[in-house]
């Protein structure tokens, strides 16, 4: 049996054309098209585990992925062919040797999403792929209070997709700690006022969270809804009482943290 040694890689790539980021029979997936060109490269089976399971659509930029892989692999060269496999849809940013404990999922304390609305009447074909087109005004900083509200620890039922317990478990908790939220325009020069990009920070997110966040600030922008109703909107834990969920077009993991403890460990 050959010797291994743990690696972590961070990855980007562009969601559009998978089923989303977790492994799945049958369907094309970022992992499983990812953990083929590793075991290619290496010629050794593998098995990898991702810091976040992106939905179908959804992009990445800092998913960071960790495993096991021989202990003679050449990291530089590993990144190279993996890339010249995968590229464009997929890239491995870096690769580096990690301590035998680090777990991409489990060491992580933190995870940075963002996402962007593109804010104009007209649609914008170049970013139709990686931003939500909301054509009607949105007022930011009613925006910005509504999501303000939201920072802290919560139960988060509201704005989740409730998971089917185990069987003989309690339903698993949806309290989470929101770290950040906050939206900005991000257009400058290049795109003007229109381009909106919503920045959230938590200790951890569950399914659907940031899009049904994002879905019901628009709704808010909009004036579909008040900043001002918000907090009795995650108070009710009810799913019907947040906003739609937003396209998964528009959301990007953007980065994951691996400082401090995490807060529930």
Known sequence: MSLTRAVRLIVAYD????????????????MGDLRRAVETVVR???????????????????QVVSGE?????????????????????????SADWVAADFSARFSATARTYRYQV??????NPLLARWAWHVPGPLDLAA??????????EHDFSSFCRRPRPAEDLPAPSLVRRLRTAHWEQVGGDEWGPGLLRFEITASSFCHQMVRSI?????????????????PGTLAA???????????????????????GVRWDA
């Open 143 to 152: 925006m910005n209070r509504a999501a303000e509200s939201m920072i802290g």
């Open 237 to 259: 834990r009810d799913r019907n009482a947040a906003g739609q969920v937003a396209p998964p077009n528009g959301l990007v993991l953007f980065s994951v943290d691996y400082s």
């Open 44 to 62: 050794a089976p593998v098995e990898l585990t991702g810091a976040g399971r992106t939905d179908a659509g959804v992009h990445g930029w800092g």
């Open 15 to 30: 969601g559009t054309d998978f089923r989303g980021f977790a492994e799945n029979d049958g369907v094309r997936t970022v």
């Open 69 to 93: 892989l021989p202990i003679d692999t050449d990291l530089r060269r590993l990144v190279r062919s993996v890339n010249g496999i995968c590229g464009p849809d997929i890239s491995v940013r």
């Open 214 to 230: 994002v879905g019901t600030l628009v709704e808010v922008g909009l004036s579909r809804r008040s900043a001002d109703s918000v």
């Open 118 to 123: 593109w804010n104009e009447p007209a649609p």
